[in-house]
């Protein structure tokens, strides 16, 4: 990121570059706020004469909005010390502060700094850092509990650093708030690598040396160490959960046995796997508790991708699965909420996990069910339940695979290893046009078999079209 000073005229000593920032300031506050309010081309005059840098000036106009003094400073914390113990004990933020300490106080004892961390809100967390330069920050309440949002103190690294979704330094008479300009400071937004959302923010201040440029690799270094550790927070919080559900529901499924079986004297059932029909569905049907519920065919799409999948799909290998090569996560996501929302709101005994996503306990498919009939040499069971190709209407890479592969091998099955009746019946019902299927039943028929005319009539008829 360019260094502010650089946006200053070249040429001019570091005290001449602050000058005329601070008289820049103080024409903004003395008249320029009230003509920026009400003239539009105030902003670009500005910002040519005073050479204030345009994020800059778009700050001090939205701390003018604010009504934000630029003579105050916090005086009373947002948070008090309890209340900012607990944060940092339940807040992800709070979970990455060794990563913080680790990589950036050792900078700030060398340089002379202090680092602090603050919420989504602004309300700084914790500060720590060069003692002496702490004393003098808190006099300005740069301290833990303190609001240092734009709408609380107008421009600073921290809270413009929030307003923006971006990392930024902020140098002397930046600020908008009189009481800051001695310090400067480099800031950056923290965000949940799962979500997206800001989560807090990290910052350095101190004196010019605190908006450095060697700090803003240093400050991304940070942030992708500090991303990287909530993302492996995230997963170990998973895993407990997942484990913690999968022994509540093995107790819950022990103590359903022991209730039931107490009086009999035997086992009860486990109760049934939710079974997803779609073999000559569309829309699929969802069997569950009884009950057999029509499914989207989005949601289905879904739901096949995941059974196929037991250990899992990235989102973006879900996303390929069932939108093809232009799937994105970002489309995929709402989906899955909405396919979460719809389970729950019919008690379907289906839990949709995340990272990777994955169905839990478990879910059956006709489709799947077919195949491991013709894969046992039960062809006149598989022919049985086989009621047509997979969602006939569907797009999806995953549908168009199993579709494929359900008729393949049902087709492969019948012609090697099926005897005279599931093959005549699976030509009648899903092979009328295909010509090796009605010669190979012609040659397995019985030679004084009455179907043979009708096999003979029906090639004759293929022969002609």
């Not at 339940?90 to 603050?118: C, N, Q």
């Not at 833990?144 to 990392?167: F, I, Q």
């Not at 991304?220 to 919080?237: G, N, P």
Request: glycine residues 8%.
């Amino acid at each position: 990121m360019t260094n502010g000073w650089n946006a200053l005229r070249r040429g001019e000593s570091a005290l001449e570059r602050r000058r005329l920032i601070e008289r820049a300031h103080e024409r903004f506050v003395d008249d320029g706020a009230s003509l920026g309010a009400v003239d539009p081309e105030f902003r670009e005059r500005f910002s040519r004469v005073s050479a204030v840098r345009p994020l800059v000036l778009d700050s001090w106009l939205r701390a003018h909005r604010l009504t934000v003094d630029p003579d105050g400073i916090p005086e009373r914390p947002s948070l008090g010390e309890d209340e900012v113990r607990e944060v940092l004990a339940t807040h992800p933020i709070g979970s990455v502060l060794p990563v913080v300490s680790r990589l950036l106080l050792d900078e700030a004892d060398e340089s002379g700094f202090i680092v602090a961390v603050g919420d989504a809100a602004g309300r700084l967390l914790w500060v720590d850092g060069d003692r002496a330069l702490r004393g003098r920050a808190e006099e300005m309440g740069f301290r833990a509990g303190m609001d240092w949002s734009e709408r609380a103190v107008g421009t600073s690294a921290p809270g413009s650093a929030l307003a923006l979704d971006h990392a930024l330094q902020v140098l002397g008479a930046e600020h908008f708030a009189r009481a800051v300009h001695p310090w400067s400071c480099t800031a950056a937004p923290v965000h949940d690598p799962a979500s997206g959302a800001i989560i807090g923010v990290i910052d350095v201040t101190g004196g010019d040396g605190a908006a450095a440029p060697h700090l803003m690799p240093l400050m991304e270094a940070t942030l992708a160490a500090v991303e990287a550790e909530l993302q492996l927070a995230a997963l170990r919080q998973r895993i407990e959960r997942d484990r913690g559900a999968r022994a509540r529901a093995a107790g819950a499924v022990r103590a359903a046995d022991a209730a039931a079986g107490a009086g009999s004297g035997r086992p009860a059932p486990r109760p049934a796997v939710p079974r997803l029909v779609v073999l000559g569905r569309d829309p699929a049907v969802l069997e569950h508790g009884g009950v057999a519920e029509p499914v989207g065919r989005r949601h289905a799409e879904i739901l096949m991708a995941l059974a196929a999948s037991p250990h899992g799909l990235s989102a973006g290998a879900l996303a390929e699965a069932v939108y093809g090569a232009r799937g994105s996560e970002r489309t995929l996501r709402p989906e899955m909420v909405r396919l979460r929302r719809w389970l729950d709101e019919r008690g379907v005994a289906l839990e949709l996990l995340s990272r990777p996503y994955r169905i839990a306990p478990g879910l059956r498919i006709d489709a799947h069910e077919t195949l491991e009939a013709v894969e046992r040499g039960a062809h006149r069971l598989a022919l049985a339940a086989y009621e047509g190709p997979v969602l006939p209407d569907s797009r999806a890479p995953i549908v168009e695979q199993l579709r494929a592969t359900v008729d393949a091998t049902l087709r492969e099955a019948m012609l090697q290893a099926a005897g005279p009746d599931p093959l005549f019946a699976y030509a009648q019902n899903w092979a009328s046009d295909d010509v090796e299927v009605w010669e190979t039943l012609l040659q397995v028929l019985p030679p004084l078999s009455p179907k043979r005319a009708r096999v003979v009539a029906r090639l004759e008829q293929l022969s002609d079209t």
